[in-house]
């Protein structure tokens, strides 16, 4: 793969700072990490895959509006209407019109129903966050934490979920396949432990 032709924007660094101030105080389940690290990671494997900077940035941004206070429209005044619409796609509705927090199988079962007919740019920040996501896991278990402890459902439900939303995900894009393939292969190894 050739280098690109601008290894850093203005725009990117934005989406890395706005990221970091509005995931401030916010960490990891498990290692405690600061959640900064999720979302770096995230766009790491999508610019090592080959997608384009604003893919790169919906991956820094695919939880801000989901997990602070920032809202799309202000994603949207920021990064433009494209890493809007992704950050939305991968954005659960964690409460109902009350305010209150939705169960957690409810809320993953609508975004699963949601994502059926997502784009490729959503399919492929959420794999990736999948991805991170169980590599994560994957280490944590290696280094003995108590890791099924920290999620708001059993191991088995944690497990279906993952395995879900990747089958769900898939497409015929091969860098999406490859994605979902790295996906199941770490699933397997963390569904042995």
């Known amino acids: 793969m050739e280098p690109r032709s601008e290894l850093m924007t203005v725009n990117l660094e934005r989406a890395l700072r706005w990221a970091a101030v509005r995931h ?72 109902d019109s009350e305010g209150r927090k939705r169960p957690w199988i409810d809320r993953k079962r609508d975004h699963l129903e949601a994502l059926a007919d997502a784009p490729a740019d959503t399919r492929a920040v959420l794999l990736a966050d999948k991805l991170h996501n169980l590599v994560s896991i994957e280490l944590d278990l290696q280094e003995g934490l108590p890791i099924w402890s920290q999620f708001h459902a059993e191991r088995g439900q944690v497990l279906w979920y993952y395995r879900a939303t990747i089958d769900r995900l898939r497409t015929s894009d091969p860098r999406l396949d490859l994605l979902a393939a790295r996906c199941f292969e770490v699933l397997a190894r963390i569904e042995l432990c």
Not at 31 to 50: Q, W
Request: charged fraction near 25%.
């Open 24 to 95: 401030d105080g916010q960490t990891r389940r498990g290692s405690n990490a600061p959640y900064v690290e999720h979302l770096l990671a995230v766009a790491l494997i999508l610019d090592r895959m080959g997608f384009g900077e604003e893919v790169v940035i919906a991956g820094l941004l695919h939880d801000v509006v989901e997990d602070t206070n920032a809202t799309a429209e202000e994603v949207e005044a920021l990064f433009g209407a494209g890493v809007a619409d992704t950050v939305r796609h991968c954005s659960e509705n964690k409460t």
